[in-house]
């Protein structure tokens, strides 16, 4: 029997879980200070919330991670984020209350808590053995902290202790919440300006003019029509999708791109440099999510700059399959590891495949994948618009299952045709009268030559449609309604430019694109 059973009261256990829960937040709270500081030195993404919820995405079944990019949408990292913070608080917790019962076994499993965040760390697609240092010194740390102030609250808590005791107790705990909140100011300050740099360089790189410029915008492309938004998707505006939970800010200097695989008789490798001095060609294009449901937001029409990818892969020696080429798989790899698969046939078919480094008149922002990404007109993002771009290889799809092949989506994905009523909004409530009903369709690379609208299952009506850019944008597209009073439902499709008709048939994202007419509901006074 020890003293601690002698003077066990009700009273006595709550005091002593009071305690121990404060003891497992503080030393949590040190491990994430002194892991910041050290995630620091080593690099941004080696953190272990970062390392950890990267692991959880890669591991996050398909339908989940659908779901949090529905209900979350862009934001649906944050959430991520908080989640595991939460959870690690309710883990420290309850290491505390184990430790101010048996100290040795609170610090061991604070220390295996680091042990796991390393093993995340080292883990990643990209991950380095020095990304395991962050998880390890917080795991460390959480052991020390816990272990000692376990020790101070049990030695009050039995009676040996004294104010005294108590005194010290307090004054550690706040000395620990102090100095490791400092040393996670000075991580946090240390990460920023290493951000800050990458985004200076980026802000004073000068991109060269197109040799060959987009052709002009034909007047009439953007409608008139309140509600709708704009032809060019703004940058800041443009969607965001991917797995990067620290997005990669490199400076040019030390990029490059290596192309290597089957079939490639001159292996590449190019710097920034190398690739600013080729023809630079503009191009407009749409870009799709695959996770886009019918309705959703996740396109976006932008300006690029960059080079033709299909150039670069003839220097290299490739040959389409048709042409009796062995690779019939472009992977492109990116800096934090994705894999994205690309048939090689749609690469080398014409289309204006780009590996762009300007966007809508800018170098790439940093989210979209600065300083070079992938983008071919036609097909979804997940299937060619690798951003952060640092590889390409040449294999088969028999042989190679890229990122998210290998998490039940298909590995070939054209876009589907699709269009979408921004205006009026779900459940709006209007006036009887001359309502515009306006949108945009998109089928990248066929192109959109009708739109139809149709109110309450009626027949379809035929809408105007915007000015056309490219086939490999999308277009917008307005229907004059008298509305007369009641509840309405309207409906849209598009026809793509080889005749093919929007099917109505409702199919989720999974696996290779949502179909189905958007529906809008509106109440008519
Ligand atoms: N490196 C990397 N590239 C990526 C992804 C990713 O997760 N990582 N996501 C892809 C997906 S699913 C899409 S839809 C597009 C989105 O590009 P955006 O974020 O610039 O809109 O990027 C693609 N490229
Ligand atoms: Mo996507």
């Known amino acids: ?147 000692l102030l376990a020790v101070r609250v049990r030695a009050g808590y039995t009676g040996t202790g004294s104010a005294p005791d108590r005194r010290r107790f307090v004054q550690l705990a706040a000395g620990t919440v102090v ?71 490199s400076t040019v200097d030390g990029w490059s791109l290596r192309i290597h695989g089957e079939g490639v008789t001159r292996p590449l490798t190019l710097r920034y440099e190398d690739l600013l001095r080729r023809e630079l060609v503009e191009r407009d294009i749409t870009l799709a999510c695959v996770s886009n449901e019918v309705g959703g937001t996740l396109v976006g029409n932008a300006r690029w700059l960059g080079v033709r990818l299909a150039d670069l892969l003839r220097e290299a020696g490739v040959r389409p399959p048709s042409q009796g080429g062995p690779a019939d798989q472009l992977v492109a790899r990116s800096v934090d590891g994705m894999t994205l698969g690309t048939p090689v046939e749609t690469v080398l078919d014409g289309r204006d495949a780009l590996l762009a480094v300007g966007m809508n008149g800018e170098p790439l922002p940093f ?92 027949p379809w009506q035929e809408a105007r449609l915007a000015a056309a850019d490219s086939a490999d944008t999308w277009r917008q597209w307005v229907w004059e309604w008298t509305a007369t009073g009641g509840r309405h439902e309207l409906a849209v499709r598009a026809t793509d430019g080889e005749g093919r008709t929007q099917t109505g048939r409702r199919t989720g994202t999974l696996p290779d694109g949502a179909t189905g007419w958007h529906t809008v509901t509106v109440n008519v006074r």
Not at 182 to 209: C, F, H, I, M
Not at 222 to 249: C, H, I, M, S
Not at 443 to 448: L, P
């Open 1 to 147: 029997m020890t003293l601690a059973d002698i003077s066990d009261t009700p009273a006595r256990r709550a005091v002593r879980r009071r305690r121990g829960a404060v003891c497992g937040l503080v030393a949590g709270f040190a491990a994430l200070g002194v892991a910041e500081l050290a995630s620091a030195v080593v690099r941004p993404q080696s953190g272990p919330v970062t390392a950890v919820g990267g692991a959880v995405i890669d591991a996050t079944p398909t339908v989940v991670k659908e779901w949090a990019i529905r209900a979350f949408g862009t934001s649906d990292k944050l959430v991520l984020q908080l989640g595991i913070l939460t959870l690690l608080a309710v883990f420290a917790a309850a290491a505390g209350l184990l430790a101010v019962r048996r100290p040795p076994a609170g610090a061991l499993v604070a220390a295996a808590f680091g042990l796991f965040g390393a093993v995340a760390a080292v883990g990643r697609p990209e991950g380095r053995p020095a990304d395991a240092v962050p998880s390890a010194v917080a795991g460390l740390t959480a052991a020390a902290v816990l272990y």
């Open 179 to 249: 100095l490791s909140g400092l040393a996670g100011l000075v991580g946090r300050q240390v990460n920023a300006s290493g951000a800050a740099e990458a985004e200076a360089a980026r802000a004073a790189l000068k991109l060269p003019p197109p040799a060959s410029p987009a052709r002009p915008v034909p007047a009439g492309v953007q409608l008139e029509v309140p509600g709708l938004g704009p032809f060019f998707t703004p940058n800041r505006d443009f969607y965001r999708v991917d797995t990067a939970l620290v997005v990669p800010k």
């Open 367 to 458: 989210a979209h994948g600065f300083p070079v990404r992938m983008v071919v007109p036609g097909l979804y993002g997940y299937v060619s618009a690798c951003k952060w771009l640092r590889e390409l290889r040449l294999t088969t799809f028999d042989a190679y299952d890229a990122y998210w092949v290998q998490r039940s989506w298909a590995a070939r994905a054209p876009v589907k045709t699709q269009s979408r009523i921004d205006t009026p909004r779900p459940y709006a409530s209007l006036r009887a009268g001359r309502v515009a009903v306006a949108g945009v369709a998109w089928a990248q690379h066929r192109g959109i030559a009708k739109v139809e609208v149709r109110v309450d299952g009626g």
